[in-house]
């Protein structure tokens, strides 16, 4: 394999970009993927991993930029055109009729293509490629029986049946059990002594350097770096590379008397959709007047510690000490709790509706206050948006502008605002300035901050400069466990935060 | 040079408008390569339906006597899919709307002070309605049953129990044998107007177009049914209560449908019989895309295609042609509904091809 990279590269792109409205989630990208070879690609949440990875499995168009195959300039306009020129794709979630057989799955998928082999010529094929690769499956055992492991092998086969060369994994192993997770490391190993080309997306640090020949890190739509697992010394290099180490932005912390504990967890524990554990034993109070961060790189059990606190769904196990009143994890989810107020990660769809204009999604969370009777007083409803508008700088033609026509930034604001306007004694914030450009950011940012003065603030985030900017402590999350909670006034413990993200103790 | 297809980034100005004439247009084109089969020309065809459908006093009325079912079936639609809740089954909701207004004009009212004999009917009606569409709603919010399924399951259910207490328990013992109720007293009868066969169903149904349009608007729950037919996701993390409103929605929906077959009964049949269910039901689902769901829109798009059915009516007298045509046509609109509403979220480009590189071949 020493002498792949002389050659030509099996897929190569050259100033891919892509805008979707004002979002850059592309920029100029190059990249090349040999064969024998693993590429990882590394990013947060946002980074523009999934729109490049798309474009080059054909499901988007690039606004910019030429894609090569062996050297020659091509261009897809389907998944299945990509994967005719050899680039398969397997998705996070698994694109399988759980009713069908593996092997008519896989004839299925050849058969969308145009060739429509036998069943008995796809069970042989399925049979050869297993052996091959070390794909142990039953090509006639119903999907819905299957293991998540021995889906994504059927995945893979899909591809393979259908000659594909490079292989793209979409977080492939975010839906894995541990065991299967080195299943699937084993046979990236058959595919790439084979001269298949890899692409590996992924956000676990600990993964990449354990199988990728070749890292790129994605921010904000670019690559920043490419590098080699060999000259990267460690995680947390690479924990830095990936979430940035630009200066931390001077934002002035006003000092504030911490007052009485609002939110005190203990020991909470859930579990996924699959019945893997979300999160294990956490425990942490919030108390008036500080910012308390959870840190953690995304998928470490933070999105569905928020969906429990804010009881959107139900933990397994654990209390939770709510000003002062007691819960259990199943009575904290049954009550309604107008105390709290919550700025979701997902902005666009849970926390707006881009079809319903401004004033609509100012009283979302806050219908309450629209009002006395079983009608909406619009008035007082367009007196309220006046003042966030003025009060946040929302830049908006009118309060009769769709939400979908916001810029993140502006449409963050209001979210701010309306949650704000609430009074909450705890405000919670999940990554509420991914995305947005440097002023939003700071505006969120001293929100935030003015916020603390008078209720508990919660905030997630993966971003480890806003969450030195901000909190006054910072507990950092890793696998579902909170591995230390960290006094953000200590410079030296602030320090290991990257460390621990990647999951080291030292 | 090429033509490149591709989606559209922003929607459509006056989209509503333009996929509903697309529709049209289509429904019209489709209809003459029909009439052609029949060996019919599609002008004299068309201008048949025109002239039969709005050429005469009668022939307008009569549009607005089929409007008024098609008005409140499009309007029950309308409102469930406000919530995103798809009611195939307004047939259904309409067939038990006949029968809970049969009920009760001929077996619960009798003896009744006759002033409350019609709202009682009335009520029965709506109940009845509401009712029959309880069970996708609970099957929906308890179990997350597909709505879609068992609405229109349960049309077929309800047309069964109609066809067996017509023809079994509730026939007319003086009917001659032939199948039907006895006529409804006339206490229970919508009155008409004008000399028409425009009945009291017309001004109820305005009402209520003008109720859900300000209600859905202007009111607090009808800002939570947008929020959960517009933004699920949005519903769920402002903690709104999606199951009662799953139950409320469907039950006025139910209530809309049933009404019409209340209506039908008590204003035009006069008695439960075969013909009261021709299809309003689903007809209402065409009225309602057409009127892009929203309230305010679906008496016209009624008058259009009451308009249509009058119109091939005319055809089965004036040129011989199955009556059915109008069924084809409906469908035809439909589908062409559906054609465009897809077609408007792409637009075509041409392409040209990109300039090669210097030096390359």
Known sequence: MANASENQPLLSCRGISKRFGAVEANRSIDLDVHAGEIQAILGENGAGKSTLMSIIAGRYRPDGGEIFINGRAVQFSSPAGALQQGIGMVYQRFMLVKTLTVAENIRLAAGARGKSPSLSAIRSEILELADRYGLSIDPDQPVHELSMGERQRVEILKLLVQSARVLIFDEPTAVLAQPDVEGFFAILQRLKADGCGIVFITHKLEEVLAVADRIAILRRGRIIAQVSPDRIGSKHELARLMVGRELVLRVDKPDVVIGDTVLDVSDLTATDGNGRPAFEDISFSVRRGEIFSIIGVAGNGQTALSEALNGLSAARRGTIRFMGRPYTHETWAEARHPEIAFVPEDRHHAGSIAGMDLADNFILTRLDQAGRGFFLDTGCIATDIQAAVARFNIVAPSARTLAGHLSGGNLQKLILARELSRNPDLFIAEQPTQGLDINATEEIWQALLAQRARSAVLLFTGDLKEAIALSDRIAVMFRGRILDVIDASDSDAVGRIGLLMAGTME | ?361
């Not at chain 2, 055809?315 to 509904?337: C, D, H, K, N, W």
């Open chain 2, 1 to 361: 040079m090429k033509l490149a297809v591709e989606k559209r980034h922003e929607q459509l100005k006056h989209k509503g408008f333009i996929t509903a004439a697309i529709s049209l247009a289509l429904a019209l084109l489709a209809g003459s390569v029909i009439f052609l089969v029949f060996g019919a020309n599609p002008l004299t065809a068309y201008r048949f339906m025109v002239s039969g459908a709005l050429g005469s006093g009668y022939g307008l009325s009569e549009v607005v006597v089929k409007s008024i079912p098609l008005m409140m079936t499009g309007l029950a639609v309308t409102l469930a899919a406000t919530m995103l809740l798809w009611n195939i089954g307004a047939e259904g909701q309409f067939v038990c709307g006949a029968l809970g207004g049969t009920w009760a004009a001929l077996y619960l009212t009798p003896g009744w002070p006759e002033p409350v004999v019609l709202p009682a009917t009335i009520a029965c009606g709506m109940a009845a309605g509401a009712l029959w569409a309880m069970i996708p709603a609970v099957l929906k919010a308890l179990w997350r049953v597909s709505e879609i399924l068992t609405t229109l399951l349960l049309n077929y259910v309800a047309i069964i129990i109609m066809d067996h207490l017509y023809f079994g328990p509730w026939r007319d013992p003086e009917g001659f044998g032939f199948p039907g109720t006895a006529t409804l007293p006339d206490a229970a009868l919508m009155p008409r107007f004008f000399g028409t066969r425009i009945h009291l169903g017309l001004v109820l149904v305005i009402g209520f177009v003008v109720l859900l349009h300000v209600v859905l608007k202007r009111s607090k729950w009808g800002y939570t049914v947008r929020v959960i037919g517009q933004g699920p996701e949005a519903a769920r993390y402002a903690g709104l209560n999606v199951k009662r409103q799953i139950l409320i929605v469907m039950a006025m929906s139910g209530a809309l449908a049933g009404l019409a077959g209340m209506a039908e009964v008590s204003a035009i049949h006069y008695r439960l019989q075969e013909g009261v269910s021709v299809g309003y039901g689903y007809d209402g689902i065409i009225v309602a895309c057409l009127a892009g769901l929203r309230p305010a829109r679906v008496p016209a798009f009624a008058l259009i295609l009451g308009a249509l059915i009058v119109g091939a009516e005319q055809l089965q007298t004036a040129m011989q042609l199955p009556a059915s045509i109008a069924q084809v046509l409906e469908g035809a609109l439909l589908l062409g509904f559906l054609a465009s509403e897809a077609l408007s979220a792409y637009r075509i480009r041409v392409v040209r091809p990109a300039t090669r590189p210097i030096g390359s071949t």
